[in-house]
């Protein structure tokens, strides 16, 4: 069966929960509980799993890495990024962009919007514009 993990615009989480109890929530409902995998997952993205503030005084940019945690977490085969650098500073950049390079090298099918130049060229095999509902292969 093939799986997919992905990142929405704005991806919904419970405000008053932290980051690791989130993603504990979403992985128990598959009948999973590994603690330890899930604490992995989330230094993985730079985010540190015995943090107890809730996920609603996160910054931006800690939003954005507990969505890509949300979406590696199950190891999916696909991944789809709606613009997943969004809100990250420099170094998350680069954090995130070494992230997706080893997915890609294990072998991940990752489908990235981006209106950034550098992370397309960085990240991309096949690039396609879309324009006015038009889908168009560039070189």
């Known amino acids: 069966m093939t799986t997919a993990g992905m990142i929405i ?9 932290s980051g690791y109890h989130n993603l504990e929530f979403l992985y128990t409902i598959r009948n999973k509980n590994d603690k330890q995998y899930l604490y992995s997952v989330m230094k993985k ?18 939003r954005q890495r507990l969505a ?21 500073d420099k170094k998350g950049v680069d954090e995130m962009r070494k992230l997706f390079l080893q997915l890609k090298n294990e ?16 990240l991309c095999d096949e690039v396609y514009e879309m324009e006015n509902g038009e889908l168009t292969r560039l070189a």
């Open 9 to 17: 615009e704005e991806p919904s989480f419970l405000r008053k929960w």
């Open 68 to 88: 890509i945690a949300q979406a590696i977490m199950e190891n999916p085969d696909i991944l789809i990024l709606d613009e997943p650098m969004n809100g990250l």
């Open 45 to 62: 993205v730079g985010l540190d799993p015995t943090l107890k503030k809730p996920v609603g005084k996160y910054s931006l940019g800690m």
């Open 107 to 122: 072998n991940k099918l990752i489908i990235l919007a981006s209106h950034n130049r550098e992370d397309i060229d960085l």
